[in-house]
């Protein structure tokens, strides 16, 4: 951690520490004081089996079951191993503080963790009792030859579409959190004491879940520390600037993802904070480099991080877009800032299509596991099933359609997913409560959006960089519509100039704020600066920072658009860093009042999540 005070990031984990501590804490004083809402039958649980009198530790089938039962089989419900040593107190002690971490989707995973065979469709049919109805005719279990003719009222092809339900909704969790909760539970049963551990094996799963997002959380806000502190000291004006300030912005905005809106779901069992960590921490890696140079080893491992995010969260395929951000802007650099001639020119093709290439691949790095898991969910469902037993979609949509995504298609089928999908009435609730961080996104990127054409416009020394009717507009102002149609007709050449200065690892002329305080070097000769908040607009909002807000831009479209809006929080607060930059941006400047917002709607989501989450009330 060169450049980087011992201090610094010792505060910043002691930072991320405390703020688990007391979310975890709240988030149990909640759940002891506030009755549960009663969600009814349709919602997913998690049974930690803490209640008294139950004296097996693991059930047959489960993952801690070593003979382990048929893979095709639910667990029976019987005995593999019984419980070896318990006292009553850690019976409940464990369930006061594990149980607000078992609520909505956090079931989810820790069902997956305990038992992964809930991915595969059980050969029971559900809502059809067999035994029940033993002259059931066979055809009525088929999907495509049940008749109401042949079949009894109630056992109808919609019936037999049950079956496949738990298969399916288990697909939209991806396989990276169940299986990180489900090793260190291992770990923990072989490791530690048996007096140590929960009694029972899905308890000791969530224990592992609550240290696992606890490690990863502090891991994360660590990365996201050293990334902006690099980032800023790499363009803090040839790193001669105040370097404190770019430690104080770094604390910062690692403080504000210690509090963040959507602080909750990085405590219980959900994937928010080991994405997180993936995430920011190949940001830090390649920021790290000296002045910046993104030598591909660098870029690979960050790539394989990314890759290993994209298999827990299906969002992490935006980082994919962040390489092919700065894969062409290298392009466009190598082409518009190195004098190429006829000699030189094959070479300067070479190397362009060494950077398409190697890009691309990391690209393909990055999204593949998103194909993989579909691939998978597919295999189960479909291959070596006979078509009586498979699920409408196999025969209907996946075999006449190569591009078929199983997860897109649970995703609509279960969970109304889709583009203008949530635009309803009765979810207007749901957009309000998405509306501030929403907000913070839009005014984030058109705060960059903004530097960067002030940037670009004067870096043009003479109007013909500027297309003729965007220079004649921009000498001749005559009020709001002339500045429109001079971006609308600079754009063209602005949008090339963006992209090539996204990944320089020098701060353009045009960005060095005037004011004169302390001496920095440029291009070889002395500029006077000062570093305060016009100058942490350029550190934390600056053009080389494009692809971490067109990443933030493009979640907040998809959030608004496509997925549950009311999730935006907490997809935007795991995936996105620029997000904690312009709030960084905020607190630090001069308007009192944003400070006071934003810090006020961090703090008071947190208090909701606390008190609505873990008693089963709707949130984000």
Avoid at 14 to 37: E, H, N, Q, T, W
Avoid at 280 to 300: D, E, K, V
Avoid at 305 to 319: C, D, E, F, Q, V
Avoid at 511 to 527: D, H, W
């Amino acid at each position: 951690m060169d450049g980087t005070s011992s201090r610094g990031w010792r505060r910043i984990v002691c930072y991320a520490l405390l703020s688990r501590m007391i979310f975890l804490f709240g988030m149990v004083l909640s759940s002891i004081c506030i009755p549960d809402l009663d969600t009814g039958a349709g919602v997913h649980r998690f049974d930690l089996r803490l209640e008294e009198g139950d004296s097996c530790f693991c059930l047959v089938g489960h993952a801690c079951d070593i003979g382990g039962g048929p893979v095709h089989s639910p667990p029976s419900g019987s005995c593999a191993s019984p419980l070896q040593y318990e006292t009553r107190v850690t019976r409940e002690v464990y369930r006061i503080i594990l149980t607000p971490l078992t609520r909505w989707d956090a079931a989810r995973f820790l069902t997956l963790a305990v038992d992964p065979n809930s991915r595969v469709p059980r050969q029971k049919i559900a809502d059809i009792d067999i035994d029940a109805e033993p002259n059931l005719a066979p055809q009525c279990l088929a999907t495509k030859n049940a008749s109401s003719g042949d079949c009894p009222d109630g056992t109808t092809p919609k019936k037999q579409e049950n079956a496949f339900v738990m298969s399916e909704q288990a697909h939209a969790f991806f396989p990276l959190v169940p299986l990180c909760i489900r090793s260190i539970a291992n770990l923990m049963k072989a490791k530690l004491p048996c007096w140590v551990l929960p009694p029972t094996y899905e308890a000791t799963a969530a224990l592992a879940a609550l240290c696992l997002n606890i490690v990863a959380f502090t891991i994360a806000a660590l990365a996201l520390y050293l990334m902006t502190f690099y980032l800023t000291l790499s363009h803090c004006l040839d790193r001669r600037c105040n370097i404190s300030r770019c430690e104080r912005v770094a604390q910062m905005s690692a403080l504000l993802f210690c509090i963040n809106p959507a602080g909750v779901f990085f405590t219980a069992a959900y994937s928010e904070s080991i994405f997180s960590m993936l995430t920011f921490t190949g940001h830090a890696i390649i920021a790290s480099a000296p002045n910046m140079t993104y030598t591909p080893i660098r870029l690979l491992i960050a790539a394989l991080l990314w890759s290993i995010a994209s298999y827990g969260r299906s969002n992490g395929t935006l980082s994919a877009v962040w390489l092919a951000i700065t894969g062409l802007s290298r392009i466009i650099h190598l082409w518009t800032d190195t004098s190429i001639d006829s000699k030189s020119f094959g070479k300067a093709v070479l190397h362009t299509i060494y950077i398409f290439a190697f890009h691309g691949i990391l690209v393909s790095v990055v999204a593949f596991p998103v194909y993989y898991h579909d691939r998978c969910g597919y295999t189960i469902h479909c291959i070596g099933a006979s078509p009586d037993h498979r699920p409408d979609w196999c025969m209907e949509e996946a075999d006449n359609n190569s591009f078929f995504s199983l997860y897109g298609y649970v995703q609509r089928k279960h969970w109304n997913v889709g583009f203008l999908r949530y635009f309803e009435w009765k979810q207007a609730p749901n957009f309000l409560l998405a509306t501030p961080i929403l907000m913070l996104g839009a005014f984030a990127t058109k705060r960059w959006i903004q530097h960067s054409w002030t940037v670009y416009h004067e870096s043009c020394s003479n109007q013909s960089r500027l297309s003729p009717i965007a220079s004649n507009l921009k000498s001749h102002p005559k009020g709001q519509m002339d500045h429109v149609l001079t971006f609308l007709f600079g754009l063209p050449l602005w949008v090339p100039y963006a992209l090539r200065n996204s990944n320089l690892s020098c701060v353009p002329e045009a960005e060095i704020p005037k004011g004169s305080a302390q001496l920095a070097r440029n291009k070889g000769r002395e500029v006077q600066t000062d570093i305060d908040v016009p100058s942490l607009t350029l550190l934390l909002c600056g053009p080389h920072l494009l692809a971490y807000y067109a990443i933030l831009s493009g979640l907040c479209l998809v959030g608004l658009f496509v997925a549950h809006v009311q999730v935006s929080t907490r997809l935007i607060c795991s995936t996105c860093p620029a997000i904690y930059w312009y709030m960084a941006l905020e607190v630090e400047g001069n308007r009192v009042h944003w400070k006071k917002s934003i810090v006020g709607y961090c703090i008071i989501f947190n208090i909701l999540g606390i008190i609505m989450h873990p008693n089963w009330l709707p949130w984000t």
